[in-house]
T-cell receptor, first 109, second 114 residues
């Protein structure tokens, strides 16, 4: 099993729809979790941290399921500007950070 | 928020030359810096992990003699691509962490080797 796995997509979703994707991780000792967004030819930018209790930021909701070892990202009322690649990042140890390969999202007008 | 600056943002060089890319954390001391490479339409690939004052830890398949990493201070790490060839053309990105897992990324450096 890969250390961090994501469905590469692409997810083609009509504007206004809700979309969700998961990221699974293999190391149960993983400490912290993040979702990053990367636009084409740009560096990744932090979208949100993922807390055990789950967290919400506007249209975005992130959740962590330690028992099943996955994190999720839900985007409600999707906008054209949400089109990007979403990277799951897992901090296994203080100096070991693993990236998922990213999930490509295309919001269709 | 924390800022990481990467320089140069674009570089074009001739085959066989060496190119140095700098990564600076501007407003915090970075315990660890990471270097990545990203080819078009592919995901980020970690090349090496760099801790100040110690040798970098390279990922499998990354040639340490070709990609020299120097982390001389808590705010500066450099990546030197030695004897660059066209297949080294890529987007190189650094990131830094001050602990806690959150990463702060540089803007990336696009290398084109002719």
């Amino acid at each position: 099993r890969k250390e961090v796995e994501q469905d590469p997509g692409p997810f083609n979703v009509p504007e206004g729809a809700t979309v969700a994707f998961n990221c699974t991780y293999s190391n149960s000792a993983s400490q912290s979790f993040f979702w990053y967004r990367q636009d084409c030819r740009k560096e990744p930018k932090l979208l949100m941290s993922v807390y055990s209790s789950g967290n919400e930021d506007g249209r975005f909701t992130a959740q962590l399921n330690r028992a099943s070892q996955y994190i999720s990202l839900l985007i409600r009322d999707s906008k054209l500007s949400d089109s990007a690649t979403y990277l799951c990042v897992v901090n296994v140890a203080w100096d070991k950070i693993i990236f998922g390969k990213g999930t490509r999202l295309h919001i269709l007008p | 928020g924390a800022v990481v600056s990467q320089h140069p943002s674009r570089v074009i060089c001739k085959s066989g030359t060496s190119v140095k890319i700098e990564c600076r954390s501007l407003d915090f001391q970075a315990t660890t810096m990471f270097w990545y490479r990203q080819f078009p339409k592919q995901s980020l690939m970690l090349m090496a992990t760099s801790n100040e004052g110690s040798k970098a830890t390279y990922e499998q398949g990354v040639e340490k003699d070709k990609f020299l990493i120097n982390h001389a201070s808590l705010t500066l790490s450099t990546l030197t691509v030695t004897s660059a060839h066209p297949e080294d053309s890529s987007f190189y990105i650094c990131s830094a962490t001050r602990g806690g897992g959150e990463l702060f990324f540089g803007e990336g450096s696009r290398l084109t080797v002719l």
